[in-house]
């Protein structure tokens, strides 16, 4: 519906002449719409996050190490310099994991790759506990995740995770987070 301008009692005739000698000449432009060629600068960010999450589980996780843990009954580890007590805490639950980490269905490639990226999760955003879930199936994973973690160097105890957090198919492990000048004092 028009309203014309003529019978609006707002509008005087000397404002519809100075509207009409303002807009003398305008012409009326094409809309178009722009498609971009190239991605989005969003999947080249997400390709360098995958080339570093390879790159660091190729650096701290070896398939030829095979470290001194028993992976076929409960795994316990605590690095050496750290409280044997953190096992034991482990083990009862008194930590909460601040992050879970699902394998199913992985391979130990792929597995890598994630542990690098939750440890590095835990480390950016000062998360201490993780839990992470390798289910049992053909025990591929039970016994390769425990062999990966005990190589990274931020990884300071781990212990096959209580019942609500997983039992014989989780761990959980403590991350050695850098101290603050806030946490120091």
Known sequence: MQKNLHTDP????????????SITGAKAFKQDTIRFTN???VSQAKQFSQQKKQHQAEFF??????????????V????????????????????T??????????????AKDELAGLIHE???????????IHGIGERVLKHKVPQ????????????QAPLEFGGKGAVLILINLPQSDEFRR
Request: hydrophobic share 30%; net charge negative.
């Open 122 to 132: 835990c480390k950016k955003h000062h998360y201490y506990c993780a839990s992470v």
């Open 97 to 110: 994991p601040e992050l879970t980490l699902d394998l199913h269905g992985l391979n130990k490639e792929l």
């Open 61 to 74: 996780f070896s398939d030829e190490y095979i470290p001194d843990i028993d992976t076929h009954g409960t």
């Open 39 to 41: 991605k989005p600068k």
């Open 76 to 95: 316990s580890y605590v690095k050496q310099g750290h409280d044997s007590y953190l096992s034991k805490q482990l083990r009862r639950g008194d930590f």
């Open 10 to 21: 707002t509008m005087s005739p000397d404002d519809i002449d100075l509207f009409r000698q």
């Open 148 to 159: 990966y973690l005990v190589q990274h160097p931020d990884v300071i105890a781990m212990h």
